[in-house]
């Protein structure tokens, strides 16, 4: 069966390719794709997972072709930057200045 294995980070994106074996779990693909040797900061007691986008659990069984995710912590809170952005919109058209 063949998956991949997907891991970014802010300028880099490694993308593997896996022929496996079926009823493999997300978590021996991750192990078993080498990834973790490449990042060591990758801490699946930690970090979320995915497939094609979607949270999934360590223990989920892999599909063909199914896109194994790797994510990392977010820096920001998408919610609070864009409560930022809109407030600062309102001031730039009310013509105040900070």
Do not use: C, H, W
């Not at 949270?55 to 194994?68: C, P, S, Y």
């Amino acid at each position: 069966m063949n998956i991949e294995v997907a891991y970014a980070l802010e300028n880099k994106q490694t993308l593997l390719s896996l022929k496996v074996e079926e009823g493999i779990t997300l978590k021996e693909a991750i192990e078993i794709s080498g990834i973790i040797d490449k990042y060591p900061q990758i801490d699946l007691l930690k970090d979320k997972t995915g497939i094609f986008g979607k949270m999934a659990k360590l223990d989920t069984i892999l599909r063909e072709k199914d896109r194994v995710e790797i994510y990392r912590p977010l820096i920001a809170d998408p919610k609070q930057v864009r409560k930022e952005r809109a407030a600062q919109g309102k001031k730039m058209r009310s013509g105040k200045k900070s």
